[in-house]
């Protein structure tokens, strides 16, 4: 089992910035890649990046240039900048991993843009 805990979501206005952070603990030993979804209302949750262990990244097209995900091996934790943020970038985003057949969620953190 692996535990994941977010933080740093918040209220920020269009155009601003916000970090957020995933810390893992547990069987952390095989985790590859790490994830950020993002669930807004009454919307499926949907991903935003993903980075693998070797550092390859992916970003959905509504992010890009925009997001920056980035990864502390060492730490066990990954990071999303969140920059030039939109209204419609609110929602609840998530840590996600993947160890064998456990698919492991954060508690999730709520982030507002306002416009």
């Known amino acids: 089992q692996v535990q994941l805990v977010e933080s740093g979501g918040g209220l920020v206005q269009a155009g601003g910035s916000l970090r957020l952070s995933c810390a893992a603990s547990?069987?952390?030993?095989?985790?590859?890649?790490m994830r950020w979804y993002r669930q807004a209302p009454g919307a499926q949750r949907g991903l935003v990046a993903h980075i693998t262990s070797g550092g390859s990244t992916y970003y959905a097209d509504s992010v890009k240039g925009r997001f920056s995900i980035s990864r502390d091996n060492a730490k066990n934790t990954v990071d999303l900048q969140m920059n030039s943020l939109k209204p419609e970038d609110t929602g609840v985003y998530y840590c996600?991993?993947?160890?064998?057949?456990?698919?492991?969620w954060g508690q999730g953190t709520q982030v507002t843009v306002s416009s």
């Open positions: 996600n991993v993947i160890v064998g057949p456990v698919n492991s």
């Open positions: 547990g069987n952390i030993f095989s985790i590859d890649v």
